[in-house]
C-alpha cells in the first residue's frame, strides 16, 4: 500500500500563488508516475499535472503555463506550484501514485486539499 498525504491548499485572491505538497509513504517502490488532478463541484475529476520517474512532465491545457510539477525522490514527495491563479482553479486537488507490480497496475489517491481562489 502507499499513503499520499496532501498539503499546501487554502484560500487565495486571483492572481495569487500556493504551492501544494504530496508525501508518499509505505510501499513506494516502483512507483512510476505521480500526478495532480482536480474536481471541482458538479465537475468530473480532470488531470492537472503528470510527473513520470524520469521526469517528463505534462499539464492540462487550462494550467500550462501558470502551474508547474515537480518531484523530490529523496523526500518522496511531489509538488505543484501553481501561479496567476484563477477563480476556475478552485477544486479539491488530488495526489495520485501510479505503480506497477508484476506487470499489474495500481492507482493511489490522496485525501484531497481544497483551493479557494476568491476575492
Known amino acids: 500500500q502507499v499513503q499520499l498525504v496532501e498539503s499546501g491548499g487554502g484560500l487565495v485572491q486571483p492572481g495569487g500563488s500556493l504551492r501544494l505538497s504530496c508525501a508518499a509513504s509505505?510501499?513506494?517502490?516502483?512507483?512510476?508516475?505521480m500526478g495532480w488532478y482536480r474536481q471541482a463541484p458538479g465537475k468530473e475529476r480532470e488531470l492537472v499535472a503528470h510527473?513520470?520517474?524520469?521526469?517528463?512532465?505534462n499539464y492540462a491545457d487550462s494550467v500550462k503555463g501558470r502551474f508547474t510539477i515537480s518531484r523530490d525522490n529523496a523526500k518522496n514527495t511531489v509538488y505543484l506550484q501553481m501561479n496567476s491563479l484563477k477563480p476556475e482553479d478552485t477544486a479539491v486537488y488530488y495526489c495520485?501514485?501510479?505503480?506497477?507490480?508484476?506487470?499489474?497496475?495500481?492507482?493511489?489517491w490522496g485525501q484531497g486539499t481544497q483551493v479557494t481562489v476568491s476575492s
Open positions: 495520485n501514485a501510479e505503480k506497477e507490480v508484476a506487470g499489474t497496475g495500481y492507482d493511489y
Open positions: 509505505g510501499s513506494i517502490a516502483n512507483i512510476n508516475a
Open positions: 510527473i513520470r520517474s524520469g521526469g517528463n512532465t
